[in-house]
């Protein structure tokens, strides 16, 4: 299982497209998770295909004993380490939209980028919507944007929507750039990293990057924000899957640092930073979930968001 949640660094590349690179597209049938049933096809339009590290750390499975009838959180394993206990799903993830079908690709692959108008704001709907425009046409407010529109839905607890809910303004020309890393039962992947920048004629100025169900910060991002786990404590991993894992079952810290992001910080699972820097701007950064579950076969529960604070 070479999943890119565990992985501390992260290549691609990818070409950024004038008017938003889609891929396939499922039907919009639910904003809370990942369509069981996939998509039926793929495009990589605007993208190069990387050559994404690999992790050599593995640890050995475990037989649970059969006579102990305690709970796998307290019972331990024949090593003495005990068993992981189940997580709960990370409190932050995304999920995107191009005219209402869900967008897909294959993983490992820049989903799509572009430029774009914010047409709509809807901070209790939590989501936040883009006119698909050339560069040229999103800066000038005369330009018509395309028909295409691409809408971003936010999951995340109300208590962080004044504070981690990204600070955009209608008529708003920004750029985005979603990578597809969530594996879904086809192969394919379900874009689950976003970085949006403030466009003006002279500058492109990162205020959001955020990532559900890995740890690095999306290519796009880097060197200006660089994310490394750091283990707090280890547990045994239960399943035959466990001796694929490039890293060891158990709760970690995230490291957040980078060319651009002063000063580092290192924050345990659930905690926020506020006043930090990004290329000058205050920016606040939160851990919303950093550790990996007994079962091998569960998702990963590491998530995290930065954004800069209103201004």
Sequence with gaps: MDNPAFLETASASASASTTGDVATQTSRTTT????SEGPSGSETDGSTDPTAPTSSTTIAPTTADPTDDSTPSSSGSETGVPLCPSTSPPAFD?????NEMQ?????????MNGWGRVVDLDPNAKTVTISLCSKAACLDPQEACENNVFTIDFDMPPVDLPLLFPQTKLGQCIYYEVEAWRPAPDGLCYGTSLILRDVT????ETFFVGVSGQVPA???ASPTVDVKMQEVSDCECDGACCLDFPATAGTYDLSFGGAGLKPQTVLAEGMLAEGLMLEDKSVAVRNYASSLDAQCESEPAFSWALNRTPQ
């Design 94 to 98: 995304m999920h995107f939209f191009v």
């Design 201 to 204: 004629p002279n500058t492109e």
């Design 103 to 111: 967008a897909v690709s294959v993983c490992e692959f820049v989903l």
């Design 218 to 220: 999306p290519v796009g």
């Design 32 to 35: 809370s998770g990942v369509s």
